[in-house]
């Protein structure tokens, strides 16, 4: 199945999920304002705006709690150091993330 049937048959089976491209760095790095890319993998995922990149919910819990808006410097909203906390604490503030369930779709370098 090509890049372009997966992610017609994951719109056709979620039409109410958010279509996100992710388009490769490399792409992007000049001044020209529109780049040429290719269709690549597509997947149903849950990211998260954090305050310094877009986490998706399989990424490592650290770097996700240690970016969340309103966590400063390990130290959740109400101050607490995240770093104390107990196993459950650290996923219940991490289900807690308002994640957001979409299609992502990876815009990769052209041959």
Not at 20 to 25: A, E, I
Not at 55 to 80: A, Q, R, S
């Amino acid at each position: 199945m090509s890049n372009i049937e997966k992610l017609l048959e994951l719109v056709k089976e979620n039409p109410d999920l958010p279509i996100v491209p992710m388009v490769d760095g490399e792409i992007a790095a000049d001044n020209y304002g529109y780049w040429m890319g290719k269709w690549g993998d597509c997947k149903i995922e849950e990211y998260y705006f954090g305050e310094e990149k877009v986490h998706f919910k399989d990424d490592d819990m650290e770097n996700v709690l240690c970016d969340m808006v309103g966590c400063h410097y390990g130290c959740d909203k109400n101050g607490n150091d995240i770093y104390d906390m107990s196993d459950d604490e650290w996923e219940k503030l991490y289900q807690g993330i308002p994640w957001i369930k979409c299609i992502i779709v990876y815009i990769d370098m052209p041959d």
